[in-house]
């Protein structure tokens, strides 16, 4: 039969690194009455903060349930059944672990960020000689969900990362916080704290200059086109179909107030004729394969699709949202209040009329936004009206096929997302081009090919690509001038010589990932403007301090001795929202020690451990 010892400790019991930021503020009591009360995490701070006065944590007997301190009435630490379920829960990932151990390991990891909406798993077992990640872990989602279920009952947190070591003489621990800290175990490697929870980097949609020309939609010919649409539908299919009764004035009205802002005038007109295109439970997919929306779902949609999609600091710090085709026509967003989607493809996508769209685009215009359009929303037709027409052409020239009753317009193919190239730089540059990754290359890469022909920025600049991302991976340059003439803002490049010199003062730059050979000097960054996501982590570098110069640098990854030299000179830049500690090998602990030191609170990290005794 297994027995096990556990230890159940709170941080405040546990010696603490030394930290850089401020000592914490005493802990307030709870509101008895009338105030704000505490939310569940502020509620478990305060209940660690009561702790600091009774530090405990021993080990608990076979028997023995911890004693309950109060810290308030309705407020108190874990009891000894909350203990018992977070043990529980770790022991039967423990267990499954060191049953499915290879021979000759010498202890396991297992990473995890998890919590309502799923989670993520790293790790591996130790073997000598052989990396972490040859011998994988067995699949244990479902053991991590009951224990994050448990974590989340004693502490509140909707999401955890947590760490468990273990080993063949049947010791184990378990740390665990709130996700603020989250291990990139299998996703770039160390980890990554979140030093401001609210921030969101900037939409380069934002900023650019909106549209002056009219409306190209006209109410009337839409209504017209929807109709000879309609018939012409009916004459294939050998039956009209049957839509929805129209929605009342009334009720336009009421959906533009929650909207914020006027349907397009050819749109309302077809909302007078029906409510979308569906007739019971089935669509008819009048939009090009597209499902015409009920007034009250666009309302809905737009509602969900407004502001763009956060995908967590380890994909956006580097990420670009690219130009439509054509150019300068629809706002570099991932999503925008003014985009109505009134169609969609079912498939987490939406055809959606622009009511902000770019200077040379037009109010009212459709494009596509959604799932695959995050980072690049695409141009369809210069009004709904237009797009009417597209498909009453398409059915005329008999472009189209029947299948199960439905009618597939057979459009031409376009290229979803921006051109991009992979691979080596090619004879002939694309004048539409907007990303490279230049993989495997020979170095020192040449970059001059690239910005041939370009001359200057902006309209003035059609001569030469409109490159948004450079990204050399396993392969360097020596010479960062071509870069200067080109529209980059997400540039990853190692380099084997040369400077940051031709970075000086480049106004498009916002994300840098840099490796280098020999120390490199970063003073050049100073006058980037918009500069706000950095990686350092492979390069070496002569002066650390410069970081604290930059204007607006919000993301910043380096190594773990980098780290420890730029914090020990008190230099951390102190715009930072994001941080990540590229260290692969570090333990959780270690990243709890950076993280406090940048001035995250980590006091309310959860510990426990056990031994396994047969």
């Known amino acids: 039969m297994t027995r ?77 059944r909350e203990q018992d379920m977070v043990e529980r829960a770790a022991r039967r990932i423990v267990e499954k672990i060191v049953a499915s151990a290879p021979a000759g390991w010498t202890r396991a990891v297992l990473a995890s960020t998890a919590g309502r909406g799923g989670a993520s798993v ?49 010791e184990y621990e378990l740390v665990a916080i709130a996700d603020a800290i989250t291990s990139l175990r299998g996703r770039g490697g160390g980890f990554q704290a979140v030093l401001d929870p609210d921030y969101r980097l900037p939409q380069p949609g934002s900023g650019q200059e909106e549209g002056t020309a009219a409306p190209a939609g006209d ?30 004035a009334d009720a336009l009205d009421a959906a533009e107030r929650r909207i914020g802002r006027p349907l397009p005038a050819d749109l309302r007109a077809l909302y007078l004729i029906a409510d979308g295109d569906r007739s019971g439970y089935e669509h008819r997919y009048l939009l090009g394969g597209n499902a015409w929306l009920p007034l009250k779902h666009l309302v809905a949609v737009h509602a969900d699709q407004r502001e763009p999609v956060w995908s967590g600091w380890e994909l956006e710090w580097y990420s670009v949202i690219f130009d439509a085709d054509p150019p300068g026509t629809v706002r570099r967003c991932g999503g925008h209040p003014a985009w109505l989607p009134f169609g969609t493809g079912e498939d987490g996508n939406y055809l959606a009329v622009d009511l902000s769209p770019a200077r040379n685009g037009r109010p009212g215009q459709v494009i596509r936004i ?81 910005a041939a022909g370009r001359r200057g920025r902006g309209a003035g600049a059609a001569a030469g690509p409109n490159l948004r991302m450079l990204h050399l ?90 780290w420890t030299s730029l914090l020990d000179e008190g230099k951390a830049p102190p715009t930072l929202a994001a941080a990540r500690l590229a260290d692969d090998h570090a333990p959780l602990d270690d990243a709890l ?22």
């Open 4 to 80: 096990v010892r556990s230890s159940w400790m709170p941080s405040a019991a546990r010696p603490r690194a030394a930290s850089t930021h401020s000592p914490p503020t005493p802990a307030r009591r709870p509101p008895a009455g009338g105030g704000r009360r505490l939310g569940k995490i502020e509620q478990h701070r305060y209940v660690h903060a009561c702790r600091e006065a009774q530090p405990y944590g021993r080990v608990i007997a076979d028997n023995e349930s911890p004693v309950v301190a109060h810290c308030d009435d309705d407020l108190a630490v874990p009891t000894g």
């Open 473 to 562: 991976n396993r392969c360097a340059t020596a010479d960062l001038a071509p870069v200067r003439a080109l529209p980059v803002e997400s540039l990853r490049v190692t380099l084997d010589g040369g400077d940051l010199t031709p970075l000086e003062g480049h106004p498009d730059l916002t994300s840098l990932c840099l490796g280098t050979a020999a120390p490199i000097d970063l003073a050049p960054l100073r006058t980037v403007p918009n500069l706000r996501a950095l990686d350092l982590s492979q390069a070496v570098v002569r002066d650390l301090t410069v970081l604290a110069d930059l204007p607006d640098l919000r993301y910043l990854a380096l190594s773990a001795r980098q």
């Open 219 to 248: 109410p009337e010919l839409a209504v017209a086109r929807f109709r000879a649409y309609m018939e012409r539908r009916a004459a294939i299919l050998g039956r009209p179909e049957q839509l929805p009764p129209p929605v009342s």
């Open 593 to 614: 020690t950076w993280a406090a030191r940048l001035g995250l609170d980590t006091e309310a990290v959860l510990r426990t451990s056990g031994t396994f005794l047969t």
């Open 370 to 450: 959604g799932r695959d359009y995050d980072d690049c929303p695409a141009y369809v037709a210069d009004s709904v009206t237009s797009l009417l027409g597209r498909h009453l052409e398409l059915l005329e020239r008999g472009a189209y096929e029947v299948s199960d009753g439905h009618i597939d317009l057979l459009e031409p193919a376009r290229r979803l997302g921006p051109e991009r190239i992979s691979g080596e730089i090619p004879g002939e540059i694309p004048p539409g081009l907007q990303a490279i990754h230049i993989n495997d290359a020979e170095s020192p890469v040449d970059l001059a090919p690239l």
């Open 122 to 170: 790293s790790g591996g077992y130790a073997v000598p000689g052989v990396p972490l990640w040859r011998n994988s872990l067995p699949h244990v989602f479902m053991e991590l969900e009951g224990l994050t279920e448990a974590i989340g009952e004693v502490r509140g947190w909707e999401r955890t990362s947590l760490e468990i070591v273990c080993r063949p003489s049947g």
